[in-house]
């Protein structure tokens, strides 16, 4: 099947594009969909298939088309996370921090490439996925901010974001948290395409060489201008969609829900190919 013969509609300024007429038949059978998608990531972000029902079999046979999948050694499948809160869950206690800005694998040496995400379980209201463009944030930068930026250097901790949800851990939660080592990353990414981005996002502790208040104000504000309403994509999800998002150009975060109802998504992961530089 021709990749001309694929229809899209773009869903908002900086991010994201839908692709229509695709059913999950065709994302296991069409060869030439992941080729396609790949641009439309570069281009778009986000690309979403709106209730294709995939189900992880098809979901994983698609995500392999864009790369190796990293293993997730919990769960069923291991191509595939469930992300809920169900006490159940090998990784329940990591997953309020997905409420705040964040790009998946910023405390590895090398971020994953590409998420893939289904809906599985929704809950009445709220538990969106928001997104907005990191390429964007970069480019709306003034010059001087761009000159300014060029050098500096921030150092990621998995405390920062966990924090965020667990203000008074315990000594256990430090000690868990500590396993991950600090990660230093410049704060603009050169990617080998050549585009820049901004690496930013709750896991972002302090810029080096800043005065502490001055460092926690400069991460903020980039934040806070990345992320304006105008800015950002917020899906509200039905069950059955698919969801895929260049996570070297965006960062994402879910929206608040009521954690007493279930909510289930499942997520394979494309391994990453280049470091942060």
């Not at 480019?139 to 060029?150: G, K, N, V, Y």
Request: proline share 5%.
């Amino acid at each position: 099947m021709s990749m001309s013969a694929i229809r899209t509609k773009v869903l908002s300024a900086r991010v994201g594009v839908e692709v229509l007429d695709v059913d999950a038949d065709r994302l296991l059978h069409d060869d030439a969909l992941a080729g396609r998608c790949v641009s439309l990531l570069e281009q778009h972000g986000v690309v979403l298939f709106r209730e294709v029902h995939a189900g992880d079999e098809i979901q994983v046979a698609f995500a392999r088309k864009l790369g190796p999948l990293v293993q997730f050694g919990k769960y069923a499948n291991p191509d595939v996370m469930e992300i809920s809160f169900d006490p159940a869950n090998p990784n329940a206690k990591y997953f309020p921090s997905n409420d705040y800005w964040h790009i998946d694998g910023s405390m590895d040496a090398v971020p994953a490439k590409t998420s893939v995400l289904s809906a599985h379980q929704i809950t009445d209201e709220g538990g969106e996925t928001a997104f907005a463009s990191t390429y964007a944030a970069y480019d709306e930068l003034s010059a001087a901010e761009q000159r300014r930026f060029a050098g500096l250097r921030v150092v990621h901790r998995m405390a920062r974001i966990q924090r965020l949800s667990y203000p008074d851990p315990t000594s256990e939660q430090l000690a868990d948290w500590a396993r991950w080592p600090d990660r230093v990353h410049p704060l603009v990414w050169t990617h080998e395409s050549g585009r820049k981005s901004l690496v930013i996002g709750a896991s972002a502790a302090e810029v080096i060489g800043l005065d502490p208040a001055e460092s926690r104000a400069l991460l903020d504000e980039l934040e806070q201008r990345a992320t304006t309403p105008d800015r950002v994509l917020t899906h509200a999800w039905s069950v059955g969609d698919l969801v895929l998002w260049d996570n070297t150009g965006l960062v994402h975060r879910a929206c608040a829900f009521d954690r007493s109802q279930p909510r289930r998504m499942h997520r394979s992961t494309v391994v990453g190919e280049e470091s942060i530089k």
